[in-house]
Nanobody
Framework: QVQLDESGGGLVQAGGSLRLACAAS????????MAWFRQAPGKERELVAA????????TYADSVKGRFTISRDNAKNTMYLQMDSLKPEDTAVYYC??????????????????WGRGTQVTVSP
């Protein structure tokens, strides 16, 4: 069983930056794909960015390309999401997720087996 703990959320003005972190409890998580999803009130959960087990491959939602950067430090069992040029529409609860099967980048929530409890990101106009 892998436990995931997100941190780094908060309130920021539009144009500002935040850095989210997701700490995994197990060393085995370092070889598997991980991702950040988000869910805004009244909306479905959506992929923000995903990264392969090695960290060599990434994918982003079109809405965050050029503004967000996903990365991971496998030595620390931690994944990050650097969020720059934040917009009010980025307001959501952000969740990290880890696969128990896949090593390559995965786009769908159903591909991930472990989830964190989420961290709130609020961007004011």
């Amino acid at each position: 069983q892998v436990q995931l703990d997100e941190s780094g959320g908060g309130l920021v003005q539009a144009g500002g930056s935040l850095r989210l972190a997701c700490a995994a409890s197990a060393r085995t998580s370092r070889q598997y794909a991980m991702a950040w999803f988000r869910q805004a009130p009244g909306k479905e959960r959506e992929l923000v960015a995903a990264i392969s087990g090695s960290g060599s491959r990434t994918t982003y939602a079109d809405s965050v390309k050029g503004r967000f950067t996903i990365s991971r430090d496998n030595a620390k069992n931690t994944m990050y999401l650097q969020m720059d040029s934040l917009k009010p529409e980025d307001t959501a609860v952000y969740y990290c997720a880890s696969s128990d099967i896949y090593h390559t980048v995965r786009d769908y929530a159903s591909d991930y087996d472990y989830w964190g409890r989420g961290t709130q990101v609020t961007v004011s106009p």
